[in-house]
């Protein structure tokens, strides 16, 4: 048992708070917050996560996180263990910590947001969206192809001189956060609006509403995105859709997890030339060279002309 990963302990947990809000829902007339062949859709990819990403985090996490700081912070004649720019490396100091897990943070800010604008890897990420319900069963909902790459998102904190279990920790609070943000049974929580990530924000950023497309993609803050511009609130007078536009139109977990691929897979195959075979795969999902599919960003620009000549309409419009 790996006693350095949050995780451990959190497993149960999450099951168990699975259990408490489905129950919960079913008694106060909330019927269509779970439905079940999607929620054993999701339990049979969570679990296949677990044990993938312990696999993994064996075989390339740790390794890639140990190499990386060894190569990057040897030890020197006096038996001190120092970063190749110079300086002392990182011990593990409070202060230490709460640096590592603001580096943790900005890292899955990038990583999350790399997964919403890259094709291929919004192919592995897609499946955490998939869902058109949002509840803490989606929270497990993951793809198992983003375990591959995700560690070298994180490789440059042992770079510059974190330890590796200290990395593994913060990654493991991560995704505890991650999984309690899946609820709306927690409203907004005032003043805390200003700098976390809260649940009502990750609403947003599960919506397939245009104005809620790419929106929110922090972890436990949510600085990032007002420093990025991908911060959006909730508008409680916006009727939010759960999912994905072009959802697969099935349960079974194998069609979820690898259906964009194949897509991806289709329409490299039609393109004309080198370039377009190359956006079709590492260009933003929804990119066509005839406009005829469209980029989150192409459809909000869409939208914004749309509302501001509702606007002016309305204005015009006689009494």
């Known amino acids: 048992m790996d006693f350095t990963n949050p995780l451990v302990y959190g497993v149960p947990c999450f099951i168990a708070f699975i259990i408490l809000e489905?129950?919960?829902?079913?008694?106060?007339?909330?019927?269509?917050?779970?439905?079940?062949?999607?929620?054993?859709?999701?339990?049979?990819?969570?679990?296949?996560?677990?044990?993938?990403?312990a696999l993994f985090k064996v075989v390339l996490a740790i390794a890639l996180f140990e190499g990386t700081y060894e190569v990057f912070n040897p030890v020197n004649a006096e038996g001190v263990r120092t970063n190749i720019m110079g300086y002392e490396s990182f011990g593990y100091a409070w202060y230490v910590w709460l640096l590592c897990m603001l580096a943790d943070d900005f890292t899955y800010y990038w990583f999350h947001r790399a997964n919403h604008e890259v094709r291929i890897l919004w192919a592995a990420h897609i499946v955490h969206h998939s869902s058109e319900n949002f509840n803490l069963g989606t929270a497990i909902r993951n793809g198992w192809f983003t375990i591959v790459y995700k560690p070298f998102f994180y490789a440059w904190l042992p770079a510059i001189g974190f330890p590796p279990e200290m990395v593994l920790v913060c990654l493991g609070i991560e995704a505890l956060w991650q999984f309690q943000l899946h609820t709306v049974y927690v409203p907004k929580l005032g003043f805390l609006e200003r700098f976390i990530n809260t649940h009502t924000m990750h609403q947003v950023h599960h919506a397939q509403n245009v104005e809620y497309l790419d929106?929110?993609?922090?972890?436990?803050?949510?600085?990032?995105?007002?420093?990025?511009?991908?911060?959006?609130?909730?508008?409680?007078?916006v009727d939010i859709e759960y999912g994905v536009i072009h959802a697969p139109e099935s349960y079974n977990p194998l069609v979820i997890l690898t259906h964009e691929f194949k897509d991806i897979w289709r329409d490299v195959r039609k393109s004309k030339n080198v370039r377009h075979?190359?956006?079709?795969?590492?260009?933003?999902?929804?990119?066509?060279?005839?406009?005829?599919?469209?980029?989150?960003?192409?459809?909000?620009?869409?939208?914004?002309?749309?509302?501001?000549?509702?606007?002016?309409?309305?204005f015009l419009r006689p009494n």
């Open 215 to 237: 929106k929110n993609h922090g972890g436990i803050l949510n600085i990032f995105d007002r420093m990025f511009g991908t911060w959006k609130p909730l508008d409680d007078a």
């Open 277 to 314: 075979a190359f956006m079709y795969v590492f260009g933003p999902p929804g990119w066509s060279p005839d406009g005829s599919t469209l980029t989150v960003k192409q459809q909000q620009k869409l939208y914004r002309e749309y509302k501001k000549k509702d606007l002016k309409t309305a």
């Open 22 to 53: 489905l129950a919960y829902s079913k008694t106060h007339g909330d019927d269509h917050l779970y439905h079940w062949k999607d929620l054993f859709a999701s339990g049979f990819m969570g679990v296949g996560s677990a044990f993938l990403g």
